[in-house]
Protein backbone atom coordinates (compact mmCIF):
# COMPACT_ATOMS: atom_id res chain seq x y z
CA UNK A 1 0.00 0.00 0.00
CA UNK A 2 1.13 3.42 -0.82
CA UNK A 3 1.83 5.56 2.06
CA UNK A 4 -0.58 8.67 2.59
CA UNK A 5 1.80 11.30 1.76
CA UNK A 6 2.80 13.38 5.35
CA UNK A 7 1.10 16.45 6.19
CA UNK A 8 3.12 19.80 6.86
CA UNK A 9 2.90 20.22 10.68
CA UNK A 10 0.39 22.91 11.41
CA UNK A 11 1.79 26.37 12.77
CA UNK A 12 1.55 26.36 16.60
CA UNK A 13 -1.41 28.79 17.64
CA UNK A 14 -0.98 32.00 18.87
CA UNK A 15 0.01 32.35 22.10
CA UNK A 16 -2.90 33.73 24.58
CA UNK A 17 -2.21 37.46 24.82
CA UNK A 18 0.76 37.75 22.66
CA UNK A 19 -1.60 40.34 20.35
CA UNK A 20 -2.77 42.37 23.24
CA UNK A 21 0.69 42.61 24.25
CA UNK A 22 2.20 43.94 20.94
CA UNK A 23 -0.78 46.29 20.52
CA UNK A 24 -0.36 47.91 24.30
CA UNK A 25 3.60 48.07 23.87
CA UNK A 26 2.62 49.88 20.63
CA UNK A 27 -0.47 52.36 22.63
CA UNK A 28 2.08 52.78 25.81
CA UNK A 29 4.91 53.82 23.17
CA UNK A 30 2.39 56.35 21.51
CA UNK A 31 1.33 57.91 25.07
CA UNK A 32 4.99 58.59 25.68
CA UNK A 33 5.22 59.99 22.64
CA UNK A 34 1.92 62.31 23.27
CA UNK A 35 3.05 63.36 26.59
CA UNK A 36 6.55 63.93 25.45
CA UNK A 37 4.96 66.69 23.14
CA UNK A 38 2.58 67.98 26.24
CA UNK A 39 5.50 68.70 27.85
CA UNK A 40 7.42 70.50 25.18
CA UNK A 41 4.02 72.89 24.32
CA UNK A 42 3.59 73.57 28.23
CA UNK A 43 7.57 75.06 28.31
CA UNK A 44 6.91 76.76 24.67
CA UNK A 45 3.94 78.42 26.22
CA UNK A 46 6.16 79.77 29.29
CA UNK A 47 8.80 82.51 28.64
CA UNK A 48 10.27 81.78 32.11
CA UNK A 49 10.24 78.09 31.86
CA UNK A 50 8.75 75.63 33.67
CA UNK A 51 9.98 72.75 36.81
CA UNK A 52 8.83 69.39 37.05
CA UNK A 53 6.67 70.04 39.50
CA UNK A 54 4.52 72.83 37.47
CA UNK A 55 4.24 70.23 34.35
CA UNK A 56 3.24 67.56 36.59
CA UNK A 57 0.27 69.32 38.08
CA UNK A 58 -0.67 71.55 34.81
CA UNK A 59 -0.69 68.27 33.09
CA UNK A 60 -2.11 66.00 35.75
CA UNK A 61 0.99 63.81 35.35
CA UNK A 62 2.72 61.82 37.86
CA UNK A 63 6.11 63.69 38.72
CA UNK A 64 7.47 60.48 38.35
CA UNK A 65 6.41 60.52 35.19
CA UNK A 66 7.51 63.86 34.10
CA UNK A 67 11.01 63.30 35.51
CA UNK A 68 11.82 60.24 33.40
CA UNK A 69 10.53 61.97 30.20
CA UNK A 70 11.99 65.59 30.84
CA UNK A 71 15.00 63.37 31.71
CA UNK A 72 14.69 62.08 28.19
CA UNK A 73 14.16 64.90 26.25
CA UNK A 74 17.05 67.00 27.98
CA UNK A 75 19.87 64.02 26.76
CA UNK A 76 18.34 64.90 23.55
CA UNK A 77 19.03 68.71 23.64
CA UNK A 78 14.91 69.46 23.48
CA UNK A 79 15.21 70.84 26.78
CA UNK A 80 17.60 72.88 28.59
CA UNK A 81 17.84 73.74 32.16
CA UNK A 82 17.95 77.61 32.93
CA UNK A 83 21.15 78.81 34.46
CA UNK A 84 19.86 79.67 37.49
CA UNK A 85 17.29 77.71 39.42
CA UNK A 86 14.97 74.42 38.07
CA UNK A 87 12.92 76.10 35.74
CA UNK A 88 13.07 74.04 31.95
CA UNK A 89 12.95 75.98 28.53
CA UNK A 90 13.17 74.75 24.95
CA UNK A 91 16.65 73.34 23.75
CA UNK A 92 18.73 73.80 20.90
CA UNK A 93 17.89 70.82 19.04
CA UNK A 94 14.63 72.73 18.95
CA UNK A 95 16.00 75.66 17.45
CA UNK A 96 17.98 73.65 15.44
CA UNK A 97 14.88 71.41 13.91
CA UNK A 98 13.06 75.03 13.29
CA UNK A 99 15.63 76.40 11.72
CA UNK A 100 16.03 73.25 9.36
CA UNK A 101 12.18 73.78 8.46
CA UNK A 102 12.57 77.44 7.75
CA UNK A 103 16.08 76.23 5.88
CA UNK A 104 15.23 77.71 2.83
CA UNK A 105 14.20 81.07 3.95
CA UNK A 106 17.48 81.14 5.99
CA UNK A 107 19.41 80.18 3.05
CA UNK A 108 17.61 83.31 1.53
CA UNK A 109 18.58 85.84 4.17
CA UNK A 110 22.14 84.51 4.09
CA UNK A 111 22.72 86.61 0.66
CA UNK A 112 21.54 89.70 1.92
CA UNK A 113 23.39 89.12 5.07
CA UNK A 114 26.57 88.27 3.27
CA UNK A 115 25.48 91.71 1.15
CA UNK A 116 25.42 93.41 4.31
CA UNK A 117 28.91 92.51 5.69
CA UNK A 118 30.37 93.49 2.54
CA UNK A 119 29.24 96.86 2.60
CA UNK A 120 30.05 97.79 6.25
CA UNK A 121 33.20 95.50 5.88
CA UNK A 122 31.87 93.93 9.27
CA UNK A 123 30.91 90.18 10.66
CA UNK A 124 27.24 90.14 10.31
CA UNK A 125 25.12 87.61 12.60
CA UNK A 126 20.86 86.15 12.29
CA UNK A 127 19.62 85.35 15.75
CA UNK A 128 16.38 83.98 17.22
CA UNK A 129 14.69 84.45 20.96
CA UNK A 130 15.54 81.19 22.89
CA UNK A 131 13.96 81.34 26.52
CA UNK A 132 15.49 84.68 27.83
CA UNK A 133 18.58 84.61 25.61
CA UNK A 134 19.07 84.77 22.36
CA UNK A 135 20.63 82.14 19.94
CA UNK A 136 23.22 82.42 17.08
CA UNK A 137 21.54 81.11 13.81
CA UNK A 138 23.75 82.37 11.22
CA UNK A 139 27.17 84.41 10.69
CA UNK A 140 28.97 86.11 7.68
CA UNK A 141 32.59 86.66 9.18
CA UNK A 142 33.95 89.46 7.78
CA UNK A 143 37.80 89.15 6.73
CA UNK A 144 39.02 91.63 9.07
CA UNK A 145 42.51 90.82 11.37
CA UNK A 146 40.31 92.14 14.43
CA UNK A 147 36.90 90.19 14.79
CA UNK A 148 33.82 90.09 16.61
CA UNK A 149 32.68 86.33 15.98
CA UNK A 150 30.02 84.08 18.35
CA UNK A 151 29.24 80.47 17.52
CA UNK A 152 26.67 79.85 15.17
CA UNK A 153 24.33 77.88 18.26
CA UNK A 154 25.72 79.91 21.08
CA UNK A 155 23.37 82.05 22.93
CA UNK A 156 23.40 85.56 24.50
CA UNK A 157 21.35 86.66 27.75
CA UNK A 158 18.57 89.40 26.07
CA UNK A 159 19.54 92.22 28.21
CA UNK A 160 22.92 92.19 27.34
CA UNK A 161 22.91 92.34 23.87
CA UNK A 162 22.10 94.36 20.75
CA UNK A 163 19.87 91.66 19.46
CA UNK A 164 18.44 90.49 22.87
CA UNK A 165 17.63 94.16 23.04
CA UNK A 166 15.71 94.31 19.83
CA UNK A 167 13.65 91.42 20.77
CA UNK A 168 12.50 92.37 24.15
CA UNK A 169 11.41 96.06 22.39
CA UNK A 170 9.39 93.81 20.35
CA UNK A 171 7.97 91.95 22.73
CA UNK A 172 7.54 95.21 25.28
CA UNK A 173 5.74 96.70 22.34
CA UNK A 174 2.99 93.19 22.77
CA UNK A 175 2.85 93.69 26.19
CA UNK A 176 5.26 90.92 27.12
CA UNK A 177 7.33 92.75 30.06
CA UNK A 178 8.03 89.43 31.64
CA UNK A 179 11.51 88.82 30.16
CA UNK A 180 12.32 92.31 32.10
CA UNK A 181 14.05 90.87 35.01
CA UNK A 182 13.93 92.79 37.70
CA UNK A 183 18.11 92.26 38.17
CA UNK A 184 20.26 90.86 35.72
CA UNK A 185 23.71 89.65 35.73
CA UNK A 186 26.59 92.56 34.89
CA UNK A 187 28.86 90.70 32.40
CA UNK A 188 30.37 93.73 31.96
CA UNK A 189 30.42 97.49 34.12
CA UNK A 190 28.24 98.93 30.98
CA UNK A 191 25.94 96.25 31.11
CA UNK A 192 22.29 97.29 31.94
CA UNK A 193 21.23 95.03 34.91
CA UNK A 194 17.70 96.57 36.72
CA UNK A 195 14.15 96.54 35.33
CA UNK A 196 14.43 100.36 34.79
CA UNK A 197 17.32 100.82 32.96
CA UNK A 198 15.82 98.02 30.48
CA UNK A 199 12.74 99.79 30.22
CA UNK A 200 14.62 103.62 29.47
CA UNK A 201 16.82 101.32 27.14
CA UNK A 202 13.64 100.30 25.16
CA UNK A 203 12.15 103.59 24.81
CA UNK A 204 15.48 104.56 23.30
CA UNK A 205 15.40 101.56 20.78
CA UNK A 206 11.97 102.18 19.83
CA UNK A 207 12.97 105.86 18.92
CA UNK A 208 15.77 104.96 17.08
CA UNK A 209 14.50 102.11 15.09
CA UNK A 210 17.73 99.95 16.25
CA UNK A 211 19.43 98.59 19.30
CA UNK A 212 22.78 98.99 20.29
CA UNK A 213 25.30 97.08 22.58
CA UNK A 214 27.82 99.59 23.96
CA UNK A 215 30.31 97.05 25.69
CA UNK A 216 27.77 95.59 27.77
CA UNK A 217 28.21 91.74 26.80
CA UNK A 218 32.23 91.83 26.00
CA UNK A 219 34.01 94.54 27.02
CA UNK A 220 35.58 96.14 23.70
CA UNK A 221 32.60 94.66 21.75
CA UNK A 222 30.47 96.91 20.51
CA UNK A 223 27.07 96.24 18.01
CA UNK A 224 23.83 97.27 16.46
CA UNK A 225 20.87 95.45 15.72
CA UNK A 226 17.38 95.03 14.55
CA UNK A 227 14.33 92.81 14.19
CA UNK A 228 13.53 91.80 10.29
CA UNK A 229 9.79 91.36 11.04
CA UNK A 230 8.15 93.06 14.56
CA UNK A 231 5.10 90.44 13.65
CA UNK A 232 6.80 87.48 13.53
CA UNK A 233 6.01 84.53 15.70
CA UNK A 234 9.50 84.11 16.67
CA UNK A 235 11.10 87.40 15.63
CA UNK A 236 14.62 86.93 14.14
CA UNK A 237 17.08 89.68 14.16
CA UNK A 238 20.25 90.99 12.03
CA UNK A 239 23.25 92.15 14.09
CA UNK A 240 26.40 93.29 13.26
CA UNK A 241 29.15 93.31 15.70
CA UNK A 242 32.70 94.74 15.80
CA UNK A 243 35.73 95.81 18.09
CA UNK A 244 34.51 98.98 19.96
CA UNK A 245 37.29 100.83 18.26
CA UNK A 246 35.49 100.79 14.71
CA UNK A 247 32.00 101.18 16.36
CA UNK A 248 31.86 104.78 18.16
CA UNK A 249 31.53 107.93 15.57
CA UNK A 250 29.74 105.27 13.23
CA UNK A 251 26.61 105.03 14.91
CA UNK A 252 24.27 107.17 12.50
CA UNK A 253 26.52 104.81 9.55
CA UNK A 254 25.29 101.30 10.98
CA UNK A 255 22.11 102.72 11.61
CA UNK A 256 21.01 103.23 8.34
CA UNK A 257 22.92 100.23 6.50
CA UNK A 258 21.36 97.97 9.04
CA UNK A 259 17.78 99.35 8.77
CA UNK A 260 18.10 99.76 4.83
CA UNK A 261 19.45 95.41 5.47
CA UNK A 262 16.18 95.18 7.04
CA UNK A 263 14.16 96.55 4.38
CA UNK A 264 15.78 94.03 2.18
CA UNK A 265 15.53 90.82 4.51
CA UNK A 266 11.93 91.54 5.10
CA UNK A 267 11.36 91.72 1.30
CA UNK A 268 13.10 88.05 0.74
CA UNK A 269 10.91 86.83 4.13
CA UNK A 270 7.90 87.87 1.82
CA UNK A 271 9.32 85.79 -1.33
CA UNK A 272 10.28 83.24 0.34
Do not use: W
Amino acid sequence: MTPAPARAAAAPPPRAGAEATTYGAAANGIQVIARAADILRAVAREPGGASQAELAERLGLARTTVHRIVGALESEGMLRLARVGSRYRLGPEIVRMAAAVNRDSLATLHTALAELSRGLGETVDLSVLDGDSVRFLDQVVAPNRLQAVSAVGETFPLHSCAPGKAILDVLAQRGRTDLLPARAAALTANTLTTSAALRRELRQIRQAGVAYDREEHTEGICAVAVVIDPSADAPLAVSVPMPAQRFYGREAELRAAILDARTDLLARLDES
